[in-house]
């Protein structure tokens, strides 16, 4: 074998490695993003869900195909290779599609719309159903729709949790007042809940393009190293 195919055969088995590290990258930031606006899902509508759990399925696959790679970069073996250049061609085209849709849907305000509309909607119906919002500002430490000045008298929720002098339980004070006189929260949860998921979004379609790039590059050297298998074989070379 030539100096140029242990080259390519290298770089093939490196950037599949690299492959397989990022896939597992994409899949722990989608879980981490996931679990970080899970306590928010009823007002996101499923749709950022979905976003996420394909981000899960495509760096589990890309993972899974990153390793078929390296396999086939070891053994030498062309159909592998082939095999392997294929499946990664169609998740590299699914990857950017999800990435332009997920850059798309953040730049025309639809996802921020939506998350309003249905924020809103459950701030208003406090009275009947509590429980969503008080996780919500709870967990995200946010106080009213848009700050303290959207309820008449706080929620205990808007408080963060004060610490027993007689124990570690941590409870919630009888009465919550906004500063200086008391300790609310003072981001309103609308802008709060619309910036976490603006950051993960453009977090997540920033990882799948980087992750475009170093596919595109074991694609192309997939293929050079199954033809130069081939070819040889052919030639009555064998590596």
Same mark, same amino acid.
Not at 52 to 76: K, P, R
Not at 161 to 184: H, M
Not at 219 to 230: M, T
């Given at each position: 074998m030539g100096f140029?195919?242990?080259?390519?055969?290298? $770089?093939?088995? +490196?950037?599949? #490695? !690299?492959?397989? @590290?990022?896939?597992?990258?994409?899949?722990?930031?989608a879980v981490y993003i996931y679990l970080q606006t899970n306590t928010a899902k009823d007002f996101l509508h499923g749709q950022v869900s979905s976003v996420?759990?394909?981000?899960?399925? $495509?760096?589990? +696959?890309?993972? #899974? !195909?990153?390793? @078929?790679?390296?396999?086939?970069?070891?053994?030498?073996d062309p159909c592998c290779i082939t095999t392997y250049g294929t499946f990664l061609s169609i998740i590299l085209v699914c990857q950017v599609v999800l990435a332009g849709f997920i850059v798309y849907a953040n730049n025309?305000?639809?996802?921020?719309?939506?998350?309003?509309?249905?924020?809103?909607?459950?701030?208003?119906?406090?009275?009947?159903?509590?429980k969503p919002i008080d996780i919500l500002q709870r967990t995200i430490q946010c106080c009213g729709n848009d700050g303290p000045s959207f309820w008449s008298i706080l929620p205990k929720s808007c408080c963060p949790?004060?610490?027993?002098?007689?124990?570690?339980?941590?409870?919630?004070?009888?009465?919550?007042?906004?500063?200086?006189?008391?300790?609310?929260y003072s981001d309103?949860?609308?802008?709060?809940?619309?910036?976490?998921?603006n950051s993960g979004l453009t977090s997540g379609s920033t990882t799948l393009f980087v992750v475009a790039a170093v596919e595109l590059l074991c694609?192309?050297?997939?293929?050079?190293?199954?033809?130069?298998?081939?070819r040889e074989s052919m030639t009555g070379y064998s590596y």
């Open positions: 140029c195919s242990c080259t390519v055969k290298f $770089l093939l088995f +490196v950037f599949n #490695l !690299i492959c397989a @590290l990022v896939g597992l990258a994409v899949l722990s930031l996420l759990i394909i981000m899960m399925v $495509l760096g589990s +696959v890309t993972f #899974l !195909i990153a390793f @078929l790679g390296c396999c086939g970069a070891v053994n030498e025309n305000g639809e996802i921020e719309k939506q998350i309003r509309t249905y924020l809103k909607r459950d701030f208003d119906n406090y009275n009947n159903n509590p949790p004060e610490n027993r002098q007689d124990s570690n339980q941590r409870i919630f004070s009888d009465t919550c007042l906004v500063k200086p006189i008391g300790n609310a309103g949860c609308a802008n709060k809940l619309v910036s976490m998921v694609i192309i050297c997939a293929f050079c190293v199954a033809s130069s298998i081939r």
